[in-house]
Structures are given as structure tokens and as C-alpha cells.
């Protein structure tokens, strides 16, 4: 049967997820202090750790980076000669380090059932003004839009375009950009990222109570805003884009969504998105703004405010996509080290990296090379550190006492949809699963004094890091790049949803040897040129060290947890708490 598997509509959706270990540990957590999430490891066991973490190395993880960006792999893509190339090396590597297959079915695959949508949009608007004429703006260059739903012919006739800031709805801040407005049938332009408002107590600084300041929140993410237009009834969403805010141009947009879509095969009508979901160039959205007799920088503003309420604009949008659609299979892929405590070998630490990328895109000039999108550093970096952490277990004397399971997954650059589908099918019990550290592009650039956690202090994992960095001789700080909203853009985040404590390391920032700012320079580089493009390829001037001290920490930090007491928590006011100790109240099934 095919499931009947959507996104849950996260937020208004209020997010409430959980906490600790087995449920006494969930209860003693509750009384409290927070405990720690591992015991501490024996000398012995931490030299075997430190001895085993040495089979990390350099040479390892660039030879794997290699491959899996070569022009073979044709970029990766899902349902494509890409994946089956990608996935008989990783079957052939784990296999080779003597890891037995993760499913229990006795094979290293778990199937993904997916649809690949492929939209050819059209968009016109109309304005009110006397002597206007209809104008048609053009797919990609003005505009993406595509949709989730598998019709020959989707059409938002005579739709009228309404305005309503950044689409939030966030009781607990106070905050409501559609005012029990009506907006079934309408079109909604809405803005990049969350509220960023002000803090009262520090001009030019915002408020860190709401939103999470300078931190993008769950609300600012395009998965919100399509899920809020989607049940709100809107026929079309266009989300208006801006690079700064978005640390992305709009050349990313175009290479995610302006071509072969991909969605989990489920029954109905996709609740995450509305008929058609879009982005706009910014330079569009003001000409739109501006036939509506509007200005688009005064209803950004205006939009800052909490009474703020929605904006007709006077323009009729109408827009058509003719699809076709295929029925695929994709696939994670799993492989496991089975505990060596048979009270506790039945829990699980995961670490996961996604194995995809963006494919081919042969309309592209220059020889094959030049249309293939590599994804050295997004992720086969983050693939090769988990078949490095699997060598360094391999290398312990004794495995540790629970299961460690490597989950590869499918589907991340579009919608996190591998995650997403073990997060709902597990494989292990969400219950017995103690933590999942999620590996989703390495340092690149050299060594560095000190190491980034994004979502830094949600739950007990994170003290685990900052303590295995001291050992490096390391500091542990939150994300400096915070406002990305790192934490809400990978895989993680979908077991986080599910209630699963999580670890997501972002490498740090100050660098050894380097001048001040450094760190900055190459994200920002990386970015503007190679994200999501053709030339996120391996570079001669790579210095794999600083990744080699990260995949390390990596490994100690779930031998830690796979060895200690404690189950990971989350702490308290994290959003996932709640559901964590649902999940671990509930009778064992």
C-alpha cells in the first residue's frame, strides 16, 4: 500500500517536542537539574576512543570526496543512473569496513517512494490602472514556480494578489500577519525570513525574545510559509526573494526548483504546499507592487509591525504549470555496528549525511563536466565523514555498547525527504533511538581553535560536544551564522520534529594561522559561487585538517553516548521536549 505519508504542518502547527531517555529518566529529568547525557568514560575507554579516532584521516575522507564528486556519479540526483552508482559504492564501502546492513530486512536499502514532478509554470498579472496591459514575466529568469500535485494542468485563474508581510502567525510572540482575512482562492506575496524586530532595550539590535533575534526561527523558513498559504486556502504562494537575507542568490533558486521536482508518494493532496508555490526576484515583486499602484519598500515596512494586517494590491494574477510526473523509488541507505551489550544493544545512535545532489542539467553550455553538479563539499564531504567514523569504530577493540547506525539519505536538496520518510517509517524504534548526529558539509578551509553547534544548548548532546572539543583543546560556541537557519535546513531537523535529541556541527571559525575574518570569507565565497552549482567541485587549496579534528569530535561524541548511562534530553524551553516525553511515556508497542 502505498503510504499516506505528507510533511506534518509543523508550526501553527506549534511545535512541542521531547525530552530525555527511557521514561524514569524522562521523569528524573522533569524534577530538574539537567543531568548529563553520558557517564563518565573510563581512561581506558577514552584511550581506545582517542586511538581509534586516529583512523580518521586526511587521505580517507578527500579519496571519498573525490569519488562520489566525480563526473561518474553525474551529480547524484534521485531515481537516476546517479543514485545507483552512489549507492553501490557506499554498499561496497561499508561492506569492505565489515558493517553489516542497517535494515532489518538484511539488506543496506530502504525504500523511498517518491514522485518527480516536472512543472512548466506561465505567470501574468493585470493591474487596475488605466492602460494597463497584462504582463508576462519569464520562468526561471523572474520567477520559480512549480507544484506538488500530480495534474496535467494546474491553473490560478483571475487570482487576486494579496500582500501579507512575512506569513507568520506565532501566538506566542504575539503575532499575526493574517488577521482572519479570507485568502481562499487568493495569490500571497510574502517576504524572505522571519519578523526581524527591533529590540527595544538596544536600538539597532533585535529583540532576542522574539524570533530568535538575529537566529532564524522555524517561521522564517519557506516550508512554513507554503504550509501556512496551503491551509489557508490560497491558490499560489510567491515567496519574494533577496539574497542578503536569504545568504543565498537567486541563481540557488533557480537550480532547486526550477526544474525536476521530487515529493514522497502519499495519497490526496500535498498539505505542505499550496497549488503553486513560487519565489519571486525582487525586482519583480516591486513592478508588482508598483502596478498596484503600491510601493514595495513601504509595505516591507509596514510589515515590521504586529498590526500589521494583509494588503489587496490591486493585481489579478494568473498563472498556469502543465506537469508531468513520474513514479519513483528512491532509496536510503542503511548500515549498522551492532551493539556489544546485549541489556542496551537494541538502542540506537545514528549519524546521517545526505548521499544526494542536483544531477544534470544538460541545457547548460560547456562540455558535460561543466552540467554536472558535483556536490563535492554539499555532501559527498559529509558522506565521506561517515564512512570515516565508521572506519575509526571499526578500529575500536570492543564495539561500543549500543547500535550505531549510518543512515545516507535520500532526497535532502529537496524538501529533506529521505529524513522526513525514516523520521516517519523507522526502522529502529524513534523511542530506543537516542541521538542523531547529522553531517551535512565539512571545514574545508584548515584548523580551527574552536567549533560551531547550531541549535547550541536545545538539549544534554550539546554538553557532550563542548566537552569532547575541551579534550581537543577546543571551545564549543553557538552558530555564528545563526540568521542562515542552519538548524531548520538539514536533516536533522526532521528527527528533531519526531522528538529525537540531535547534533548538527558546523565547524568552527577561528581559524589557525588565518587573519582575522577568514572564516567569514570562505562561507560567504563558497556561497555567492559554488552552492548549489556546478562549481561546488573538490579544490586544490583544500586543507582537510580542520575537518579530520571535526569528524573526530563526531565519532567521540556518539561512542560517548553510545557507551554512557544517560539517554541525550532535550532541555527545558526547547520546542521538541514535549513530544520526547510522549514519546518515551507511551507503552512500548
Do not use: C
Not at 73 to 100: D, H, I, M
Request: no cysteine; charged share 20%; hydrophobic share 40%.
Amino acid at each position: 500500500m502505498t503510504p499516506n505519508l505528507f510533511p506534518a504542518l509543523t508550526l501553527a502547527l506549534a511545535f512541542s517536542v521531547g525530552a530525555q531517555g527511557p521514561a524514569a529518566a524522562a521523569a528524573k529529568a522533569g524534577k530538574g537539574g539537567a543531568q548529563p547525557a553520558a557517564a563518565a568514560a573510563s581512561p581506558a575507554t577514552t584511550q581506545a576512543a582517542q586511538a581509534a579516532a586516529r583512523a580518521i584521516t586526511a587521505d580517507g575522507l578527500l579519496k571519498h570526496i573525490k569519488t562520489l564528486a566525480s563526473d561518474e556519479f553525474e551529480g547524484r540526483a534521485p531515481a537516476s543512473n546517479g543514485e545507483t552508482v552512489t549507492l553501490s559504492y557506499l554498499q561496497g564501502q561499508f561492506k569492505q569496513l565489515g558493517l553489516e546492513p542497517g535494515n532489518p530486512d538484511g539488506t543496506y536499502l530502504q525504500k523511498v517512494p517518491m514522485l518527480g514532478i516536472s512543472s512548466h509554470p506561465t505567470l501574468k498579472y493585470t493591474a487596475p490602472l488605466p492602460g494597463s496591459a497584462s504582463v508576462a514575466l519569464q520562468f526561471p529568469e523572474d520567477y520559480v514556480a512549480w507544484t506538488a500535485r500530480t495534474e496535467k494542468t494546474i491553473s490560478v485563474a483571475d487570482s487576486e494578489l494579496v500582500f501579507v508581510g512575512y506569513g507568520v502567525n506565532a501566538p506566542e510572540f504575539r503575532w499575526d500577519d493574517y488577521k482572519g482575512v479570507d485568502l481562499k482562492g487568493k495569490t500571497l506575496l510574502m517576504l524572505i525570513n522571519d519578523p526581524p524586530v527591533a529590540d527595544p532595550k538596544h536600538p539597532g539590535q533585535l529583540d532576542p525574545n522574539v524570533f530568535g533575534g538575529k537566529a532564524m526561527s522555524y517561521y522564517g523558513r519557506w516550508t512554513y510559509k507554503f504550509e501556512m498559504a496551503a491551509k489557508l486556502g490560497a491558490a499560489a504562494a510567491l515567496i519574494v526573494h533577496e539574497t542578503k537575507p536569504a545568504a543565498y542568490p537567486f541563481e540557488v533558486v533557480r537550480n532547486s526548483w526550477g526544474r525536476e521536482n521530487f515529493a514522497i508518494r502519499g495519497k490526496g493532496v500535498n498539505p505542505a504546499f499550496p497549488a503553486m508555490p513560487g519565489w519571486l526576484q525582487l525586482e519583480r515583486a516591486r513592478e508588482l507592487a508598483k502596478a498596484g499602484g503600491h510601493d514595495f519598500d513601504a509595505l516591507k515596512q509596514a510589515a515590521l509591525s504586529r498590526d500589521f494586517k494583509p494588503v489587496a494590491l490591486g493585481v489579478r494574477i494568473n498563472m498556469t504549470a502543465q506537469n508531468v510526473w513520474r513514479e519513483v523509488g528512491s532509496h536510503n541507505l542503511l548500515a549498522k555496528i551492532s551493539g556489544s551489550d546485549p541489556a542496551v544493544k537494541d538502542e540506537v545512535v545514528i549519524y546521517s549525511a545526505h548521499w544526494d545532489h542536483f544531477g544534470i542539467d544538460e541545457s547548460l553550455p560547456g562540455p558535460r563536466s561543466q552540467q554536472i553538479f558535483h556536490g563535492a563539499k554539499d555532501n559527498a564531504s559529509g558522506v565521506a565523514a561517515l564512512l570515516e567514523v565508521a572506519r575509526a569504530y571499526k578500529a575500536l577493540p570492543t564495539p561500543p555498547r549500543r547500535t550505531i547506525l549510518f543512515l545516507l539519505t535520500t532526497g535532502e536538496e529537496r524538501g529533506l525527504l529521505g529524513a522526513q520518510y525514516y523520521a516517519s517509517y523507522p526502522l529502529y524504534p524513534l523511542a530506543k533511538t537516542l541521538l542523531d548526529i547529522n553531517v551535512d558539509g565539512l571545514n574545508l578551509w584548515g584548523r580551527t581553535r574552536d567549533v560551531e553547534l547550531t541549535g547550541m544548548g536545545k538539549s544534554s548532546a550539546d554538553d557532550v560536544v563542548a566537552e569532547v572539543a575541551r579534550g581537543q583543546g577546543r571551545l564549543a560556541r553557538p552558530d555564528s551564522n545563526s540568521a542562515f537557519g542552519g538548524f531548520y535546513r538539514a536533516d536533522q531537523f526532521e528527527f528533531a520534529k519526531v522528538g529525537v535529541p540531535v547534533v548538527y556541527v558546523r565547524g568552527g571559525t577561528d581559524f589557525i594561522g588565518k587573519r582575522a575574518g577568514y572564516a567569514q570569507q570562505k562561507l560567504l565565497s563558497y556561497i555567492a559561487h559554488d552552492y548549489h552549482t556546478v562549481n561546488d567541485v573538490v579544490q586544490p587549496d583544500w586543507d582537510l585538517a580542520g575537518a579530520v579534528q571535526d569528524v573526530g569530535l563526531l565519532f567521540q561524541v556518539g561512542y560517548q553516548v553510545a557507551q554512557g548511562k544517560e539517554y541525550p534530553h532535550w532541555k527545558s524551553g526547547a520546542e521538541f521536549k514535549a513530544v520526547r516525553e510522549r514519546m518515551l511515556a507511551a507503552p512500548a508497542k
